[in-house]
């Protein structure tokens, strides 16, 4: 089983809110990874968990906070953003650098 | 630096004709190299990979070969369908398990 889960599919929010982004994987894999797409352009990494533990940061902003409760599962916690930061989110996992596996994204609409 | 150059598409196709994408790679030691496949309003799909010179991927029908002289990773497909009608992302890995892709080369296939 190759298979990344991500929720929910969509999400529309206000710059006020708070809304999480949830990721599981049950392949075994201790390397969990954030990446945001805008339409048109390849996926850019936001943030790496590697063992649980944070491993890179690409200089997100804040109002985005990642989250790895355990082996399995990551969140993005999201927190006043802004209308830019309308996008899909990916989240995938792999097992070091062999093959990197991708969920199918939650699609955000920031109002 | 590393970096991924892709052919700049769209490529139009008929159904059945000879697919080739080109896709250049700059990066320092030889990092594993892949394709991607992203499907309208889905996430990224492993298409195939290659992880050291001259090995060839293959998947479904698509094929690659890591060439380390002309630093390349060309996707060839024999005979297209109107359902490989996607857009394919080239890439490599760097140590950090960090994905480098490509811009993103958009097929359509006519039938």
């Known amino acids: 089983d190759t298979e990344v889960t991500q929720t929910p599919k969509h999400l529309v929010m206000g710059m006020t809110n708070k809304k999480s982004l949830k990721c599981e994987q049950h392949m075994g894999h201790r390397a969990m990874y954030w990446y945001k797409q805008k339409a048109k352009k390849p996926p850019e990494l936001m943030f790496v968990?590697?063992?649980?533990?944070?491993?890179i940061n690409e200089s997100v902003p804040s109002r985005f906070s990642p989250e790895c409760p355990n082996s399995s599962l990551l969140n993005l916690h999201l927190h006043a953003l802004q209308p830019e930061d309308s996008a899909l989110y990916l989240c995938a996992s792999s097992q070091g650098t062999s093959s990197t596996y991708f969920g199918p994204g939650t699609r955000l609409l920031v109002l | 630096g590393n970096s991924v150059t892709q052919m700049e598409g769209p490529v139009t196709l008929s159904e059945e004709a000879f697919l080739t994408i080109n896709c250049t790679y700059t990066?320092?030691?030889?990092?594993?190299l892949f394709w991607y496949v992203q499907y309208p309003g889905e996430g990224l799909q492993l298409l195939l990979k290659a992880t050291k010179a001259d090995d060839k991927g293959s998947n479904k029908g698509f094929e690659a070969t890591y060439r380390k002289e002309t630093t390349s990773f060309h996707l060839e497909k024999g005979s297209v369908q109107v359902s490989d009608s996607a857009v394919y992302f080239c890439?490599?890995?760097?140590?950090?398990?960090?994905?480098?892709f490509g811009q993103g080369t958009t097929l359509q296939v006519k039938p």
């Open positions: 890439a490599l890995i760097r140590d950090t398990g960090k994905l480098i």
């Open positions: 968990y590697s063992y649980e533990k944070l491993s």
């Open positions: 990066a320092t030691g030889y990092p594993s």
